[in-house]
C-alpha cells in the first residue's frame, strides 16, 4: 500500500506541475516554451520543499482553501459573462468552436472509455482525503480528526456540485480540466492563473510532505537503514532527496502533459483501490481469520504460541461460512472494484494514446496543452 501511496503523491506533485506550467504559458501567451515553465516551477517545489514538518504549514493549507473557494466564486461569475475559451477547448479536448451543447448523459460521440475517464475524475478528485490520516498524525488532538474530516469532506463535496453544475450549464463541450484556463478574458484569465500558482503550490508542497516522508520512513530507512529525521544526517539526507522527489515529478508532467488522462489513470490505478478495492479486501480476510477460530485457539501470553487446531484450506472456508452474507458481499464488492480499475487504466491508457494523436498533447514539448 505504501507503493501505492507514493505512486499517487508523486503524480499528484506531477499533475500540480503541468497545472502551474499551463498557467504561466497561458499568463505569457505562449512566448516561454512550456516545458521550461514546468521546469521552474519544479525547482520552485524542491527550494519551499525542505520545510520537514506539516505544523509549520496549517495556516498555508488554511489559506490554499481559501484562494480555491476564490477561484471557483469568480471563475463562475466570468463564466456566465464571457464565451468559453474556443482556443483551449480545441487544444486539450479537441472540440471546434460552435454551439454549447449541454446533456444529461454521455455526450454524442463519446466513447465507453471516455465516460470511464469522467468517473475516474470524481475519483481523482476525493483522492487527497487519503491525506487527512498523515494530517491526524501531527495533530495536537487527534481525536478531532473525525470531525475535521467530516467538514472537509461536506465542505468539499458541496464545492464540487454547485461549481460543476454552473460551469458546465453554461460552457458544455468546451469545459476543459482546469476550468479556470478555460475563460476567454484574458484580464480574469491571467488573474485566475496568478491566484492559482499560489494554491497550488501550497498544494504541490503538502503532497510532496507526505509523499517523501513515506519513502523515506518506509523505504529509505525501514529497509535502507537510513538515519531517522530527527537527527541530523536525517535532516541532511531530506535536504537531498527533496530535488530528487521533485525532479521525478517533473519528468512524469513534461512527458505525460495531459491533466484529465493523467489524473484518470492514477485515479484507476492507485487512488480507486484506496477507496474501494483495498477495504472489503482486507475486511473479507479479517472476517475469515476472526471467524474460524475455534475453542482453545489464540495467543498464549505466557509462552508468547499462538495456538491453531488445523490449518488450510478447511479453516478459511470455516471462517468464511460463518458470515456468509457478509463476505459474499465484500467478495462481490472487491471484485466489482477490480474490473472498474482494470476499465479505469484501459481508458486512462487509451485517452492518453488519442490526446497525443488527436491533440496539441506532446512529452517534453513547447507547445502548451491548452493554447497559448
Given at each position: 500500500m505504501?507503493?501505492?501511496?507514493?505512486?499517487?503523491?508523486?503524480?499528484?506533485?506531477?499533475?500540480?506541475?503541468?497545472?502551474?506550467?499551463?498557467g504561466?504559458?497561458?499568463?505569457t501567451k505562449?512566448?516561454v516554451?512550456?516545458v521550461?515553465?514546468?521546469?521552474?516551477?519544479?525547482?520552485?517545489?524542491?527550494?519551499?520543499?525542505?520545510?520537514?514538518?506539516?505544523?509549520?504549514?496549517?495556516?498555508?493549507?488554511n489559506?490554499?482553501?481559501?484562494?480555491?473557494?476564490?477561484?471557483?466564486?469568480?471563475?463562475?461569475?466570468?463564466?456566465?459573462?464571457?464565451d468559453?475559451?474556443?482556443?483551449a477547448?480545441l487544444?486539450?479536448?479537441?472540440?471546434?468552436?460552435?454551439?454549447?451543447?449541454?446533456?444529461?448523459?454521455?455526450?454524442d460521440?463519446?466513447?465507453?472509455?471516455?465516460?470511464?475517464?469522467?468517473?475516474?475524475?470524481?475519483?481523482?478528485?476525493?483522492g487527497?482525503?487519503?491525506?487527512?490520516?498523515?494530517?491526524m498524525?501531527?495533530?495536537?488532538?487527534?481525536?478531532d480528526?473525525?470531525?475535521?474530516?467530516?467538514?472537509?469532506?461536506?465542505?468539499?463535496?458541496?464545492?464540487?456540485?454547485?461549481?460543476?453544475?454552473?460551469?458546465?450549464?453554461e460552457?458544455g463541450?468546451?469545459?476543459?480540466?482546469?476550468?479556470?484556463q478555460?475563460?476567454?478574458p484574458?484580464?480574469w484569465?491571467?488573474?485566475?492563473?496568478?491566484?492559482?500558482?499560489v494554491s497550488?503550490l501550497?498544494?504541490?508542497?503538502l503532497y510532496g510532505?507526505?509523499?517523501?516522508?513515506?519513502?523515506?520512513?518506509?523505504?529509505?530507512e525501514d529497509i535502507?537503514?537510513?538515519?531517522?529525521?530527527?537527527?541530523?544526517?536525517?535532516?541532511l539526507?531530506?535536504?537531498?532527496?527533496v530535488?530528487?522527489?521533485?525532479?521525478?515529478?517533473?519528468?512524469?508532467?513534461?512527458?505525460?502533459?495531459?491533466i484529465?488522462n493523467?489524473s484518470?489513470?492514477?485515479?484507476?490505478?492507485?487512488i480507486?483501490q484506496?477507496?474501494?478495492?483495498?477495504p472489503?479486501?482486507l475486511?473479507?480476510?479479517?472476517?475469515?481469520?476472526?471467524?474460524?477460530?475455534q475453542?482453545?485457539?489464540?495467543?498464549?501470553a505466557?509462552?508468547?504460541?499462538?495456538?491453531?487446531?488445523?490449518?488450510?484450506?478447511?479453516?478459511?472456508?470455516?471462517?468464511?461460512?460463518?458470515?456468509?452474507a457478509?463476505?459474499?458481499?465484500?467478495?462481490?464488492?472487491?471484485?466489482?472494484?477490480?474490473?472498474?480499475a482494470i476499465?479505469?487504466?484501459?481508458?486512462?491508457?487509451?485517452g492518453?494514446?488519442d490526446?497525443?494523436?488527436?491533440?496539441?498533447v506532446?512529452g517534453?514539448?513547447?507547445?502548451n496543452?491548452?493554447?497559448a
Amino acid at each position: 500500500m505504501n507503493i501505492f501511496q507514493t505512486v499517487q503523491l508523486l503524480f499528484a506533485v506531477g499533475i500540480i506541475i503541468i497545472q502551474n506550467g499551463q498557467g504561466l504559458a497561458q499568463i505569457t501567451k505562449g512566448r516561454v516554451c512550456f516545458v521550461i515553465l514546468c521546469f521552474v516551477w519544479a525547482v520552485a517545489g524542491a527550494v519551499i520543499g525542505q520545510i520537514r514538518t506539516l505544523q509549520r504549514l496549517s495556516w498555508l493549507a488554511n489559506l490554499a482553501i481559501w484562494l480555491n473557494v476564490l477561484i471557483l466564486i469568480i471563475a463562475t461569475a466570468v463564466v456566465f459573462h464571457s464565451d468559453p475559451n474556443y482556443d483551449a477547448a480545441l487544444a486539450n479536448n479537441g472540440a471546434p468552436k460552435g454551439p454549447t451543447v449541454t446533456t444529461a448523459g454521455p455526450p454524442d460521440g463519446v466513447e465507453f472509455t471516455g465516460q470511464v475517464v469522467g468517473l475516474m475524475q470524481a475519483v481523482y478528485s476525493y483522492g487527497g482525503a487519503m491525506l487527512f490520516v498523515e494530517f491526524m498524525a501531527e495533530m495536537r488532538r487527534p481525536y478531532d480528526f473525525w470531525k475535521g474530516m467530516v467538514a472537509a469532506q461536506t465542505f468539499i463535496f458541496c464545492c464540487y456540485m454547485v461549481f460543476g453544475f454552473l460551469v458546465y450549464s453554461e460552457q458544455g463541450q468546451f469545459t476543459i480540466n482546469p476550468n479556470y484556463q478555460g475563460v476567454s478574458p484574458y484580464a480574469w484569465q491571467t488573474a485566475l492563473n496568478s491566484i492559482a500558482l499560489v494554491s497550488t503550490l501550497i498544494a504541490a508542497l503538502l503532497y510532496g510532505n507526505i509523499g517523501i516522508k513515506v519513502i523515506y520512513s518506509n523505504v529509505l530507512e525501514d529497509i535502507f537503514g537510513f538515519p531517522s529525521l530527527a537527527k541530523k544526517s536525517g535532516k541532511l539526507l531530506w535536504t537531498a532527496v527533496v530535488p530528487i522527489y521533485w525532479a521525478l515529478a517533473f519528468i512524469v508532467a513534461a512527458a505525460i502533459p495531459s491533466i484529465s488522462n493523467l489524473s484518470g489513470l492514477i485515479a484507476a490505478v492507485c487512488i480507486l483501490q484506496f477507496s474501494y478495492t483495498f477495504p472489503p479486501f482486507l475486511m473479507l480476510f479479517h472476517c475469515a481469520q476472526r471467524d474460524a477460530v475455534q475453542e482453545g485457539e489464540g495467543f498464549e501470553a505466557s509462552t508468547g504460541r499462538t495456538i491453531r487446531h488445523d490449518h488450510g484450506v478447511s479453516r478459511w472456508m470455516r471462517g468464511l461460512r460463518k458470515n456468509a452474507a457478509l463476505n459474499a458481499f465484500n467478495l462481490f464488492f472487491f471484485l466489482g472494484s477490480l474490473t472498474t480499475a482494470i476499465l479505469g487504466i484501459y481508458s486512462a491508457v487509451k485517452g492518453l494514446i488519442d490526446a497525443y494523436a488527436k491533440t496539441a498533447v506532446t512529452g517534453f514539448s513547447c507547445t502548451n496543452p491548452v493554447g497559448a
